[in-house]
């Protein structure tokens, strides 16, 4: 049997010659054999030896096998003893048996018959070893367990604690209770921080005189607890005797040398510190001991924090009145400007302000817009250039405190130059919407607010946007369905006399010939069939397609797009170039529609150039928003006016003499149902790029 060391045998005969022969041949297999022919001898050599087996003669002057057997297990209940005898018989055959021998072996002995016998009591005695390791280890973590499931059972009382009982005091001693208990210490206490006083003083204690927990207030900095308070880290102090910081407090109460405590932090503010001393066992506090009671420390933490809170009810209820009361009176309002009226007014009751302007985010133009300006009476501002707010980047996500602070920054500027006379306090809120920006509300003081009346604005800002936004989403709503109603109404009307006219000029057409009718009739079907796709098409937009979706490769809609209008690019010699970014992930898309949107920016683009254009379409991930794939067209057409870029996608809005204005509203549309968003960029006389932009 190989093993990671030597197997080490005990060999016992009185023959001296049998003896030194089986020594001669085991160790020849490998093993470390020590052999007597004393048996008082052997014996004394189990204290202090390993043995992992001991091979014995039966009849042995002194102490025979049987006795050798039963001082073997008693030196080690698992080494395995095999007996040998030249006088073999049945009742000594049975008492080895009985007394645990592994095996009975008669003299003379087949070697080959020892060996297996040796490897047999070698694999037995490696069995017992592991089993009796795995109980250990077993033992020891049924233990870790017990202890473990004892401090999640006392973690869940705390919180249960603190759930059910208001009483700061009663809250904190349970805690504190529980952690005693679980930890295993003699006296504890938690002491709370009086911010003002910038003093300690016990809110709860075990093991403490009544004296000491009404007179005891430590200053922050002074003593272990101060210590703690200060710095806001856990202390575990292994002997106090020795700790150079600390000196006694108290001496009579620390019967062992051995300290721990830790901050009471919740929302990264310290409220005080829990302490313990004196652990029951006697042994020093370990770094376990201050894990557990870091976690009490935080149910304490938080039971402080909410008596804070509660005793501040009475604002809060204010605050919560005001709240309820805007978004009572807002969702009551009919024009945007009244908004700002009513947070003004509300806000006014908490936080001391003088003025509120309300910002909408384009995503069109990139900017934020001047919706409404509200001011009390006697404080009006000229807001002069700040009608609109440039921020020089495309959001698709929110902004960054370092985009706030550039708008906050602009704002100052505007507002020194405007009124030199008079400071200012600015304070940007950024209102979002659907996981993006959408609005900003300005702030405006002779005071910085504080964050306490920031968190209020925002929640304000927050609320008057999503009402708003709701009661525009609905009146909206109520508009397409209308809409939609009417223009499915109208198109049904206009499909038969549609229909009766194209067939009464074809009737006509047969009948009456000549120059003149021909192109009468000619343009007589040119103008039906355009009313007729007149008709499709706003048929088309009042229908809200449901779209099934799927990941595709966008390069082979655009190769798709391209050879349709391959007739129409080489008619006016138009120069083509399609790039794709390496590992350019799919898109999430319709085919259908998204193959509609390309055809129809790309009919406009080659529509917008003279012969000789080009047009370029590029491929590849969104430069900044890593779940966008971003499809850019790009024509070198006449262009679009800056102050038109906003208006493109507009329903209606048109340049083209028989345009109906729908096709980039459509557009617009079907990629905005796709999740997508879309933008323009164009230059007066050099040409005009539509960016596409669609979810991965």
Request: glycine share 6%; aromatic share 6%; proline share 3%.
């Amino acid at each position: 049997m190989k093993m990671m060391q030597p197997t080490k045998i005990l060999l016992i005969d009185d023959e001296e010659r049998m003896c030194e022969s089986l020594k001669t041949l085991l160790e020849m297999e490998g093993y470390e054999v020590q052999s007597f022919t004393d048996s008082v001898e052997a014996i004394k050599s189990f204290p202090g030896s390993k043995f992992d087996l001991v091979i014995s003669d039966i009849k042995m002057p002194g102490v025979d096998g049987l006795e050798i057997l039963k001082k073997a297990h008693e030196h080690d209940p698992y080494l395995e003893v095999i007996l040998m005898t030249g006088y073999a018989s049945l009742q000594s055959a049975k008492d080895a048996v009985d007394k645990g021998a592994f095996s009975y072996l008669t003299k003379p002995l087949e070697f080959e018959e020892l060996k297996i016998s040796v490897t047999r009591s070698l694999e037995k005695r490696q069995i017992a070893l592991e089993k009796d390791r795995l109980l250990s280890e077993l033992k020891k973590a049924n233990i870790l367990l017990e202890q473990k499931l004892a401090e999640i059972d006392a973690l869940y009382s705390a919180g249960t604690i603190l759930a059910s009982t208001i009483d700061l005091t009663e809250t904190l001693s349970q805690i504190l209770s529980l952690a005693i208990d679980v930890i295993g210490a003699k006296i504890g206490s938690v002491m709370i921080l009086d911010h003002e006083k910038n003093e300690l003083y016990i809110g709860a204690a075990c093991g403490l005189s009544e004296e000491i927990v009404l007179n005891t207030r430590m200053k922050l900095g002074s003593s272990i607890a101060g210590h703690v308070a200060k710095s806001g880290e856990p202390l575990v102090v292994e002997n106090i005797e020795k700790d150079s910081r600390f000196s006694r407090i108290n001496r009579q109460h620390y019967e062992s040398k051995s300290l721990i405590s830790v901050p009471l932090k919740y929302k990264g503010q310290i409220h005080g510190v829990i302490n313990l001393n004196n652990k029951l066992s006697g042994t020093n506090f370990t770094e376990h001991d201050l894990k557990v009671l870091t976690t009490f420390a935080s149910q304490a933490a938080i039971a402080v924090d909410r008596a804070t809170v509660f005793h501040d009810r009475g604002e809060k209820i204010n605050e919560l009145t005001i709240l309820l009361d805007i978004a009572r009176d807002i969702s009551l309002v009919d024009k945007p400007s009244k908004i700002g009226d009513i947070i003004l007014k509300q806000l006014r009751k908490l936080i001391h302000i003088e003025a509120i302007t309300w910002y909408s985010y384009s995503d069109r133009a990139k900017l934020f817009r001047l919706e409404f300006a509200n001011s009390t009476p006697g404080n009006e501002y000229n807001y002069g250039s700040l009608g609109e707010l440039e921020i020089n980047k495309e959001v698709i996500g929110s902004l960054k405190s370092d985009d706030i602070d550039f708008i906050r920054d602009k704002i100052m500027k505007a507002f020194a130059e405007n009124h030199p006379e008079r400071k200012v306090a600015i304070e940007v809120i950024p209102v979002q919407m659907h996981g993006a920006i959408s609005n900003l509300m300005v702030i405006i003081s002779e005071q910085e607010i504080d964050s306490a009346a920031k968190n209020l604005a925002t929640l304000v800002a927050n609320q008057a946007a999503a009402v708003y936004e709701r009661q525009k989403a609905v009146s909206s709503g109520m508009k397409l369905v209308t809409m939609g109603k009417m223009i499915s109404e109208i198109c049904h009307d206009l499909k038969k006399p549609l229909t009766n006219l194209k067939g009464n000029v074809q009737v006509y057409r047969n009948k009456i010939k000549g120059k003149e009718a021909d192109e009468f009739f000619d343009s007589s079907n040119k103008e039906i069939n355009r009313l007729n796709d007149l008709v499709m098409e706003m048929v088309d937009f009042a229908n809200p397609n449901k779209y099934s979706t799927q990941k595709e490769d966008i390069e082979l809609l655009v190769e798709k797009a391209v050879k349709l209008l391959e007739r129409d690019i080489d008619r006016k010699n138009i120069k083509l170039s399609i790039s794709k970014e390496k590992d350019t992930p799919k898109v999430i898309i319709n085919n259908k529609e998204i193959f509609e949107v390309l055809i129809n920016i790309m009919l406009n683009g080659i529509e917008a150039m003279d012969p000789g254009g080009s047009l370029g379409i590029s491929i590849g991930r969104h430069p900044e928003s890593e779940p966008y794939v971003r499809l850019a067209i790009s024509d070198t057409g006449c262009g679009i006016p800056e102050e038109d870029w906003a208006r493109v996608f507009d329903r209606y809005y048109t340049t083209k003499e028989t345009g109906t204005g729908l096709g980039l509203a459509i557009v617009e549309r079907v990629v905005d149902a796709h999740s997508g968003k879309m933008s323009v960029n164009s230059e007066m006389g050099k040409g005009t790029t539509f960016n596409i932009d669609l979810p991965v």
